[in-house]
């Protein structure tokens, strides 16, 4: 194995290897950080890294050994592709090693992959792309069809830059950009992160008391506009021990108003799923960055928490285009089905579809001066009186703050804005 991944990421005197070194692909157990971790490497010196039956095999072997002692994999991809001179037995390959890729995630282990440079054919199309969380080298070069060949053939590759680490962090390919220096410090914290907690649902947590009452209708709404209100995701991160994020919809997409992770608090290990500021307005894509994150924590066995503060989605012909309707139901489809405890927290403003996406949670819980409604009140004063004169009537015929929908049956529980962090934590803990 490529002495440098070993002297850059492992712990001394960790390392035991699975498999020789003699082929395209190496396998090493190794300790990063403490965590036991199965390290694949694609050596560029052999065959520049390309994927024969042998490296294939040896592949597939290093996952299984994986699985069978419970630990996560890291995989470093650098690779022109499938061995030419071995033809389709070659290309075939990528079947076996995406299956083993699907084995270790659908076993409850995290895939961390890192795409060093370059990264190209069918590793880049097979276990390069199936990461639970991807890295990837600054300006490596990462594609399906390698820019000298698709040169070659008459159709290059425009512009350049979208075969670029760079290029695919921009589009949500891959989750970030890691100089290998200063890879070992990103996997530690995701290690961390993801590390089983002991008894975080063996040990009852109390939930904060309960606030009797708050603001009603449209008090309420005016409240939760506040500039300086205070930011529950941001309270959340800095109790943060660990975390990593799961940037981008792996469709071509990021949306900056959504925010999703992987991190520790408290010594719980969960998925936060959350609008990054109050009053973000997500869109399609940032709906399908989250569905990916809820994903994500159904097989990693982390219980989820979506923050919601939300004036409203993104309007206009693009999402429509890119169905944005339908990427709220496939939220709701995917969120009512997760097996993991799942919490909302109306932390402000939930408006309309963009907070409807992620509101089938087990539980959701409230600050006292946050509301839920089908559409902003202005807009609902346009549908119902055609003007928007009328918002603050409409937000008090609707009922829509936090208290009134506990009385609905909507809220299970209103507490205090400063214990809503305490309040999430504790509702993931339960038994029932």
């Not at 890192?114 to 390069?128: E, M």
């Not at 300006?139 to 695919?168: D, K, S």
Request: proline share 6%; glycine share 10%.
């Amino acid at each position: 194995m490529s002495q440098d991944w070993l002297v850059l990421l492992a712990d001394p005197e960790s390392p035991t290897p699975l498999v020789g070194d003699d082929e395209s692909v190496a396998a090493t157990w190794i300790r990063i950080g403490g965590h036991r971790v199965m390290l694949a490497v694609n050596r560029f010196d052999v065959a520049a890294g390309t994927l024969s039956v042998a490296a294939g095999q040896r592949l597939v072997q290093a996952f299984d050994a994986a699985i069978a002692d419970g630990v996560p994999v890291l995989a470093i991809t650098n690779s022109g592709g499938a061995r030419m001179q071995e033809g389709t037995r070659a290309f075939v390959q990528m079947i076996e090693a995406a299956k083993a890729a699907r084995r270790v995630r659908s076993n409850g282990l995290p895939l961390l992959v890192y795409l060093a440079n370059p990264t190209t054919g069918g590793v880049f199309a097979s276990w390069g792309s199936l990461g639970s969380v991807t890295f990837a080298e600054p300006g490596a070069t990462i594609g399906f069809t390698g820019p000298r060949v698709a040169a070659a053939l008459g159709e290059p590759i425009h512009p350049a830059e979208t075969q670029t680490a760079e290029g695919l962090f921009a589009n949500g390919l891959v989750d970030g950009v890691i100089a290998p220096e200063r890879l070992r410090g990103e996997l530690i914290s995701a290690l961390d992160a993801l590390a089983p907690a002991e008894v975080w649902n063996a040990v009852p947590r109390h939930y904060p008391d309960e606030v009797a009452d708050g603001p009603h209708g449209w008090a309420a709404v005016t409240s939760s506009r506040r500039p300086a209100r205070g930011d529950v995701l941001e309270r959340l991160l800095k109790r943060a021990t660990a975390s990593v994020e799961v940037r981008g919809d792996r469709s071509g997409s990021v949306d900056l108003a959504v925010y999703c992770a992987i991190t520790r608090v408290d010594d719980v290990p969960l998925v936060v799923i959350a609008h990054r500021q109050p009053g973000a307005r997500p869109s399609a894509a940032g709906l399908r960055s989250a569905r990916r994150a809820m994903v994500l924590a159904q097989e990693l066995g982390l219980p989820v928490v979506t923050i919601v503060d939300t004036a409203g989605a993104v309007i206009g012909g693009e999402q429509e285009t890119e169905g944005f309707a339908g990427e709220i139901a496939k939220s709701l489809d995917t969120l009512s089905s997760l097996t993991v405890p799942t919490v909302t927290v109306i932390a402000g403003q939930g408006c309309g579809g963009a907070a409807m996406a992620w509101l089938a949670s087990r539980e959701i819980i409230a600050a006292p001066d946050a509301w839920i409604a089908p559409i902003a009140p202005e807009a609902a004063s346009l549908i119902v009186r055609r003007d928007t004169d009328h918002a603050a009537e409409m937000a008090d015929l609707q009922r829509v703050s936090a208290t009134e929908l506990r009385e609905q049956g909507i809220v299970a529980r209103v507490v205090a804005f400063d214990h809503l962090v305490d309040a999430a934590l504790a509702s993931i803990a339960r038994r029932d």
